[in-house]
């Protein structure tokens, strides 16, 4: 218990960076999921081509891959994620306007690869609407667009919520990665460091840091379950 | 899934609609093409990073060490593979006892022992409590820790508390000990995911099935076994493909161990000074990934529609139109029933 107790502000600012981690990236992934969905349901062939290939390649890669390709490949062609120093959003989220690129490349390579996830959960969102309600909104009239954005979406989220949060949950377990691939200071960084480097007592540290995930996967699926059994009352 | 067959979102698209479709695509594809071209393709050109030295050696068979890269990356395939049939075979297995013992174990703890004398029927009541709670805890643990962490855990920590495993390779076959820590590590996460999944495949069978088991006098164990059990398989049986991939994804972390498995290789045939190509390597080794774990889901989407036929059969009446789904609107159930 001693290690804990002694190591608590590195457990504590460990949880705080896997946390703003996961924010930014279910943020991410959110939009990125929702823009693929959106894609492969819709009336242009060559989008639905497009957000079909991407998803098929990222679900069957390893998250592994993705990680070894983002942070080593992608500084070769001069990418460094720049693109996530959002003016702003660095004061709250301090770890992205520093030099290093590791914070900016891991939130990159979890949202690139949970995207496809997310898309897949919507999809299966937009499949569960009846087919009437679709083909009510196309009789009076309303567009793909105006389809989608005030008849079939409001309703697919209903019944993605429990598969996103499933997705959302294993994002923050694959978040535990990016602590192999050049971050410093996450909840899984902080646990190789505490193990190898200073050759702490071992087991309670796992506990620790198992416990630091749980604090935020439980809460979530037991809300999950909530939602979960709500659902199937109301059907 | 395709636009042809009819999907309720939109209108089939006109002539008009079609040609402009067609322009805007050609217009975008150009562009984007274009952009390529200049982001990725002059930088990686300017690195080198697209010559015949760095890729030759992985896609060109007339290259000297084209053979050499080959076998090491199949040594390390075939390694992968090893250690995720075995993860796989356990965690299943696993999987399965977690399921049984704590379904089991909740129903001993809501069972009365009338015929006991009563202290002995409280501590066997509390006895299957403490025990119903206690795998509930190592179910939470260890499905809601990262695998990597879990995999690091055994690796690391157990040996220190004398649990190292064995060394058991066979002639010809090698499979370290450090295989095994991967093994395990998969199999805590992955065996207690899987049990979950049948636990919820069992106890989500109409109560008529327990209770005809019980009519018929099967205790509560046999009920379980013979007759809830291989209904959970057959329903769960595209949950339980999709965990399998993942297995198969996750054993690429067999690398943070150093365990050699084809991440590993590649990763250290990179830094080979005669290839230095990580960036060629990866995305080789990205494919390989891509192409088994795709015929991978693609049976188990097959294997879903299969179960689902088999059990929307009997229950669809034969006037009721079957449920149309938004982007497949009534071609598969129309297919159900002219079968049924």
């Known amino acids: 218990m001693d290690v804990i107790i002694e190591n608590r502000e590195a457990f504590l600012s460990g949880l705080l960076l896997t946390f703003q981690l996961c924010a930014l990236a279910v943020v991410g992934s959110l939009v990125l999921g929702t823009v693929l969905a959106v894609m492969r349901i819709s009336p242009v062939p060559p989008l639905r081509w497009l957000a079909t290939s991407y998803v098929n390649v990222f679900r069957n890669v390893p998250l592994t891959v993705v990680f070894f390709?983002?942070?080593?490949?992608?500084?070769?062609?001069?990418v460094r994620a720049d693109f996530l120093r959002i003016p702003g959003l660095d004061l709250a989220f301090t770890r992205l306007g520093i030099d290093l690129p590791y914070f900016r490349m891991a939130i990159f390579a979890l949202l690139l690869y949970t995207g496809a996830f997310v898309c897949e959960a919507l999809r299966s969102g937009v499949n569960a609407v009846p087919a009437g309600q679709a083909e009510a909104a196309r009789a009076i009239g309303l567009t793909f667009g105006q389809n989608l954005r005030h008849v079939?979406?409001?309703?697919?989220w209903k019944a993605a919520v429990v598969p996103l949060g499933s997705v959302i949950i294993a994002m923050i377990k694959n978040s535990a990665l990016a602590g192999f691939f050049g971050l410093t200071g996450d909840l899984s960084a902080t646990f190789q460091q505490l193990i190898s480097?200073?050759?702490q007592p071992a087991i309670p540290?796992?506990?620790?840091?198992?416990?630091?995930y749980l604090v935020m996967t439980v809460p979530l699926g037991l809300l999950l379950d909530r939602v979960e059994k709500r659902q199937a009352v109301t059907r | 899934m395709s636009g042809e067959r009819g999907t309720v979102l939109y209108d089939v698209p006109g002539p008009r609609t079609r040609r402009t479709t067609l322009v805007v695509s050609v217009l975008a594809g150009v562009l984007l093409l274009a952009a390529g071209y200049w982001l990725v393709y002059q930088p990686l050109a300017d690195q080198g990073e697209l010559s015949m030295d760095k890729w030759g050696p992985l896609i060109d068979p007339g290259n000297e060490l084209f053979p050499a890269v080959w076998r090491r990356l199949g040594q390390g395939l075939r390694a992968t593979l090893l250690a995720a049939v075995f993860a796989i075979l356990f965690s299943l297995?696993?999987?399965?006892?977690?399921?049984?013992?704590?379904?089991q174990l909740q129903q001993a703890s809501a069972r009365r022992y009338a015929g006991l004398p009563r202290p002995v029927a409280l501590a066997a009541r509390w006895?299957?409590?403490?025990?119903s709670v206690l795998t509930r805890v190592f179910v939470e643990?260890?499905?809601?820790?990262?695998?990597?962490?879990?995999?690091?855990?055994v690796w690391r920590v157990l040996p220190e508390v004398g649990l190292r495993p064995p060394d058991l390779s066979l002639p010809g076959l090698p499979m370290p000990s450090l295989m095994w820590s991967l093994v395990i590590g998969l199999t805590l996460y992955n065996g207690v995911v899987i049990g979950e999944i049948l636990r919820s495949g069992m106890q989500g069978l109409p109560r008529g099935q327990t209770e005809a088991a019980q009519a018929i006098g099967l205790t509560p164990l046999q009920t379980t076994l013979r007759i809830l059990l291989p209904q959970a398989y057959r329903i769960m049986l595209p949950a339980l493909i999709s965990q399998l991939v993942v297995v198969l994804k996750d054993t690429a972390l067999g690398f943070i161990i150093t365990y050699s498995e084809v991440m590993r290789v590649a990763n250290l045939l990179a830094e080979n000074p005669q290839l230095r190509n990580p960036l060629q390597m990866y995305v080789v080794v990205g494919t390989i990934f891509i192409v088994v774990n795709y015929a991978l889901s693609r049976l188990a989407v097959y294997l879903e529609r299969r179960v689902a036929q088999g059990r929307r059969v009997p229950a669809l009446p034969a006037g009721r139109p079957a449920e149309a789904t938004v982007t497949?609107?009534?071609?598969a159930p129309l297919a159900h029933e002219s079968r049924a």
């Open chain 1, 69 to 78: 390709l983002v942070v080593f490949a992608l500084p070769t062609i001069g």
């Open chain 1, 205 to 212: 540290v796992f506990l620790a840091v198992a416990a630091g």
């Open chain 2, 328 to 331: 497949e609107a009534g071609a």
């Open chain 2, 127 to 131: 006895l299957s409590t403490a025990l």
């Open chain 1, 152 to 156: 079939v979406l409001p309703q697919a």
């Open chain 2, 141 to 153: 643990v260890f499905r809601g820790a990262p695998v990597v962490i879990t995999i690091f855990f």
């Open chain 1, 197 to 199: 480097a200073r050759g």
């Open chain 2, 93 to 103: 297995l696993a999987g399965t006892l977690l399921a049984v013992l704590r379904l």
